[in-house]
Structures are given as structure tokens and as C-alpha cells.
């Protein structure tokens, strides 16, 4: 079936650290004798949305992204609720996506993910209106990435988000946030507020539950509020240990909860990140929607 079908690539040359044209050139060797390729590269002539809404309208039976984050946030929109099938081509820095669903790293694996892999839905979510596949963060994650410029992310990659993170930490900057959901409302003082819909191993505030599954039709919440600078580098630890074990966390500055919608309004307002990228301080409503995007996954 794969032999004969159209598949349109949108392609970031500006994501990660490798070289486009190389990786470009790779991905081409391996899908082409078997996918008929359509390549959209991502420029300034059309926006993010425009070029997938393009590459839909021209008849593209699979849609494959190769990108960060960021990218696949920005071109997924005109994709929620059909049922045509998304290959994710990892280029970021951090790809928790396609961490989040088990795709590989690498561009060769990832592209016989492609071939071979399977059909998964996975929800999608959106933030103030705009698409949402991983999270967003409110308070400490986006400083963090505001800390991490696109300089120091293409030369040192994850590392320059933990050296920026160590530094945020160290300031401990506190937040009054009032969370909605269907269900309840909280009122406290926190570092950071993180509302997941996936999550990779690495995205460290995320992980106060012990698992984010990808297809629930539930966010996940995490509130971060140790009351010093010590109990928030303990608390970063466990933390980060959550993610990698799948042991929910144990503390009593550290609170999660899970809810189809939420809203998260703060005092003074907070800078926040939507899938990586950081955007205009501002209160947020997330709105989960189950089951909306169809992924392929490896077998």
C-alpha cells in the first residue's frame, strides 16, 4: 500500500543542530523509493499553517514532519480530527513528542517508523486557542527558555536548557495562580505551573504524575511550590527521577491533578512556553481534545 502513496514532507531547515541539507538528503534516501515525496520546506512566504494546509489540498495521503516541537505545534492544526496519518521526522532539541510516543531519535529509525510503524490517535490539545502537543509551561520552564537563546540551543542543545534551568532555580521567583478545571479550584503560591498533554522523560516539571499517556483525553497538571531554594533544587530532582522511573512524586510541595480542561490565571502575570517556545506573558485556558491527531508509532 505504502509503495504507491503521496506523502507531503513539511520541513524546518532552521530546527536543531545537524545540518539541513544532510538530513534533508537522508530522509529522501530512505522514504523515496517507497513514498512518493512531496517536499515543503517551511520559509517566509507562507506561514506554518498555510504550507499544511497546502500540502491537504493537494492530495498528500500522509503528512510527514521534520522538525522540533515547536515545528509540529506550529503545522498541526489544519490536521486535528482528520484521519490522515502524521510520520514524525525528530530535529529538534529536545523532541519531547516524539519522545513522548516512543518515535526514535534518529533520522534513519524514524523514517522506517515511517515505513513500517503503525497507526496510533493521541490527543492534542489547545492554549488560548492555539494548538498544543506537549505543553505549557507557566513560570520557571519559560524563563528557562527565555534563558536558552536559539545561539546557545544549536551550539550546546540540552545543555543549555539545564545550565538555564540551574540559574532559574537559583532565583526563585514565587507566583500567586488560581487553577480552574471542571472539578476544583486552587489558589497558591508556586515557581512553576506545567499542564502537560505528553511529556518526554526530559521535560522535567511535567512529571509530578508517575505517567502522562498520551491518549487519555486528560491534561496533566503539575504545580511546583517549594517554599526556599533548597527544597526547589530537592524538589527538581524528584522531579526529574519521576520522569525517568515512573514513580510519582512524594512531596508536599509538589501537587498534581488531572482535568480535560484548565485554567490558570497568575498574580503578577507569568511569561509562558507553548511546546517549547516562549510567547506573551498571559492567564491561559487549555482545553484538551481526545484522540484528534493520528500518529505513526513504531510497531
Not at 480552574?180 to 511529556?199: D, K, P, S, W, Y
Not at 526530559?202 to 491518549?215: C, F, N, R, V
Amino acid at each position: 500500500m505504502i509503495m504507491t502513496m503521496k506523502a507531503s514532507l513539511i520541513f524546518n531547515p532552521s530546527s536543531g543542530q545537524n545540518d539541513a541539507v544532510e538530513d534533508l538528503e537522508i530522509i529522501r534516501k530512505h522514504l523515496e523509493p517507497k513514498i512518493n515525496l512531496d517536499i515543503c520546506p517551511l520559509h517566509k512566504g507562507l506561514s506554518a499553517n498555510e504550507t499544511m494546509q497546502q500540502a491537504i489540498n493537494e492530495g498528500a495521503e500522509m503528512i510527514l514532519i521534520a522538525g522540533g516541537d515547536g515545528t509540529i505545534s506550529s503545522v498541526i492544526e489544519p490536521l486535528i480530527g482528520k484521519d490522515i496519518p502524521v510520520g514524525i521526522i525528530p530535529r529538534g532539541t529536545v523532541n519531547a513528542f516524539a519522545k513522548a510516543l516512543n518515535i526514535p531519535i534518529d533520522i534513519e529509525a524514524a523514517c522506517e517508523t515511517i515505513l513500517s510503524g503503525r497507526p496510533h490517535r493521541v490527543d492534542t490539545a489547545t492554549c488560548n486557542g492555539k494548538p498544543m502537543i506537549v505543553l505549557a509551561g507557566i513560570g520557571l520552564e519559560p524563563e528557562t527558555i527565555v534563558q536558552s537563546s536559539r545561539r546557545l540551543k544549536k551550539r550546546f542543545g540540552m545543555i543549555s536548557f539545564l545550565l538555564a534551568g540551574i540559574k532559574e532555580l537559583g532565583e526563585f521567583n514565587t507566583f500567586e495562580a488560581v487553577i480552574e478545571t471542571e472539578n476544583q479550584m486552587m489558589n497558591l503560591r508556586a515557581i512553576a505551573v506545567t499542564v502537560a498533554n505528553t511529556a518526554a522523560s526530559t521535560s522535567l516539571l511535567a512529571h509530578g504524575p508517575a505517567s502522562i499517556i498520551p491518549d487519555d483525553g486528560l491534561l496533566d497538571v503539575t504545580i511546583f511550590a517549594p517554599k526556599n531554594r533548597t527544597n526547589a533544587f530537592f524538589g527538581a530532582y524528584h522531579l526529574l527521577r519521576s520522569g525517568f522511573t515512573d514513580d510519582a512524586t512524594n512531596r508536599n510541595d509538589i501537587q498534581y491533578l488531572r482535568a480535560k480542561n484548565v485554567k490558570v490565571k497568575t498574580k503578577p502575570l507569568q511569561k509562558v512556553s507553548l511546546d517549547g517556545d516562549s510567547i506573551e506573558s498571559t492567564n491561559v485556558e487549555i482545553y484538551c481534545i481526545p484522540r484528534s491527531l493520528t500518529v505513526l508509532v513504531p510497531t
